[in-house]
């Protein structure tokens, strides 16, 4: 049986996530803000560096998987805990974890398919976010007014999903057989869209949002799919961003991917090769 971290335990995906650990045997750290093993806001740089050091010392030093789990929506008038929470949440937790995870450790971020549904997501936002700058990313993404909360909630996941496809295929992951992925789940059925649902002007834009299997995900199946993605099955997954949506990437990018390396990107691939 082993042991992993999650976070946002309390709640929605993550919550049901650490269950399912549980019930299977394994120890589960949980971190979220209150009713967790570790209690931290991840919202704070102290909360974060708490929230690292706690886990580490519960775990003895040594985790075989990680969830990363704790996450916003688009809330109006906290784009910049979103981008902290969303983006520095999972990163700066990671590169802490990193030495403490084992020889076929699995962790699995929760991106969003807001990543490629969200049109015109500025760029700039998500490469102040890869920069470690969250404050030039709320910046960036001021002027979209109203639409600000979804512009730095999409770049949060997209700087998130980046990053986990960056890192995961280098030698100090992939190659010391650690295996990382992220989950893009669509609409689910968590308090967090309770809480979309619930603002009459983000309803309407969730409910007329195309799903082609029709309504909203169900947690505990998105949760299986975390498990799915700790175990032996995933060996040979490595950065990839898993889509878990009712049909929506599929409805809006059917032809986007997958797509050979353009010529532009040809350069980067010539160098990985010579990298190996
Ligand atoms: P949720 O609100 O049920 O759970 C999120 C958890 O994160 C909560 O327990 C909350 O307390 C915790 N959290 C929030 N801010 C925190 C902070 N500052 N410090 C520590 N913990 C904090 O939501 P969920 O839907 O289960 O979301 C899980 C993840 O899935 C999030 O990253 C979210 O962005 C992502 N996601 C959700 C949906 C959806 O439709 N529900 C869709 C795509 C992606």
């Known amino acids: ?66 969830v990363l789990a704790a ?20 990163v700066e ?10 020889g076929g450790a699995k962790v699995v971020v929760i991106s969003s398919n807001s990543t490629t549904t969200t049109p015109l997501v500025p760029r700039r936002a998500v490469r102040a976010l890869l920069g470690d700058d969250p404050g030039q ?3 960036s993404v001021r002027l979209f007014g109203p639409a600000a909360p979804s512009m730095i909630y999409a770049a949060s996941k997209l700087a998130v999903s980046h990053w986990v496809r960056r ?3 280098r030698r100090e992951w992939a190659g010391a057989g650690i295996r990382l992925n992220a989950l893009a789940p669509g609409a689910i059925l968590t308090p967090l869209l309770e809480r979309q649902l619930a603002d009459p ?3 309407r834009a969730v409910k007329a949002f195309p799903v082609p299997a029709g309504g909203f995900g169900d947690p505990s199946q998105l949760a299986d799919w975390v498990v799915f993605m700790l175990s032996d ?44």
């Open 93 to 102: 937790l990671l590169r802490a974890w990193r030495p403490a995870l084992a």
């Open 167 to 169: 890192t995961a295929v």
């Open 71 to 90: 996450g916003l929506g688009p809330l109006r008038g906290r784009e910049r805990q979103i981008a902290q929470v969303n983006y520095l949440g999972v």
């Open 137 to 139: 990313a709320v910046r």
């Open 233 to 276: 099955a995933a060996d040979f997954l490595v950065g990839s961003v898993v889509f878990v949506d009712g049909g929506s990437d599929a409805h809006f990018r059917s032809d986007a991917w997958p797509r050979p390396v353009p010529l532009r990107g040809l350069p980067q691939y010539l160098r990985l090769f010579a990298r190996r």
């Open 1 to 66: 049986m082993g042991t992993y971290a999650v976070t946002g335990s309390r709640s929605g995906m993550g919550g049901e996530a650490a269950s399912k650990l549980r019930a299977a045997g394994h120890t589960v750290i949980g971190v979220d803000l209150a009713d967790a093993e570790v209690e931290a806001d991840l919202s704070t740089p102290s909360g974060r560096r708490t929230a690292a050091d706690r886990v580490l010392d519960a775990a003895g030093g040594r985790l075989d998987g990680a």
């Open 201 to 203: 002007s983000q309803a």
